[in-house]
């Protein structure tokens, strides 16, 4: 049975994986930092231990990433989602908002990864899945920000890859275009067309879509597979 860390699981994206992961029998803890309806709700659905934390905190992060290897008994794969968003121009962004959308997004993965390097590395295996965005590869006006934490992503995936894989650790990359999630819930049905027309496919995605994705590159099938960046995004970023 595969012992598997999700983080931002209490909805969108992470639920998903949390949901997937655990209809494949494998033992899930997930994180999640303010939702405890949400978060509860996913656990009594899927039997997932919840992990109440914010990532941003190095502190945190580290507590939460022991709490949920003593509760699996061990790690196999990561699964680094936490994410917020931010938009507005870069010349009305402070500071403060700067730091924590950095911070949440980027920040995060890193103080979770470094955690969970240690334990692969020991065990000579594991898998990093990192949740990155079709905005980390083209930038997105109004949302410095937010792509400047999931270009990081993209960094953060190819160093790790080549310092891991010695150690039988594979790290990949996964980034999603327009997905249903309460994230991207701000767009009204005018925003949401002109996004469609934007996406090759003609539609925006769903969690569960990302989520198969994530199963598939933490699985054994995806066993020769790392350092690779692959985009759920329906073509959007072309």
């Not at 680094?80 to 938009?87: D, K, L, M």
């Not at 090759?200 to 879509?209: F, H, N, Q, S, T």
């Amino acid at each position: 049975m595969k012992k598997v860390i999700v983080t931002g699981g209490s909805r969108g994206i992470g639920r998903a994986c949390v949901e997937l992961f655990s209809e494949n029998d494998c033992a899930v803890a997930f994180i999640y930092c303010s939702n405890d309806e949400a978060a509860e709700e996913c656990a009594d659905e899927t039997g997932a231990y919840p992990i109440k934390a914010d990532l941003s905190d190095p502190e945190d992060a580290e507590w939460a990433y022991n709490k949920a290897v003593e509760y699996l008994g061990g790690v196999d794969i990561l699964v680094n989602n936490a994410g917020i968003s931010s938009s507005g121009l870069v010349t009305d962004m402070t500071d403060d908002e700067w730091v924590r959308v950095i911070n949440t997004n980027l920040s995060s993965a890193f103080y979770m990864s470094r955690a969970a390097a240690h334990d692969f590395v020991r065990q000579q295996s594991g898998a990093i899945v990192n949740i990155g965005s079709v905005w980390g590869r083209c930038g997105a006006s109004c949302e410095v920000a937010y792509s400047t934490s999931k270009a990081g992503i993209r960094g953060l995936t190819l160093s790790m890859a080549k310092e891991l894989g010695p150690s039988g650790v594979r790290v990949n990359c996964v980034e999603p275009g327009v997905i249903d999630t309460d994230m991207n819930a701000c767009y009204d049905d005018d925003d949401i067309a002109e996004l469609c027309e934007q996406t090759p496919l003609y539609r925006i995605g769903d969690p569960a879509e990302v989520a198969e994705l994530v199963y598939f590159l933490a699985s054994e099938k995806a066993s020769f597979i790392t350092a690779q960046i692959i985009g759920v995004d329906g073509g959007f970023g072309i």
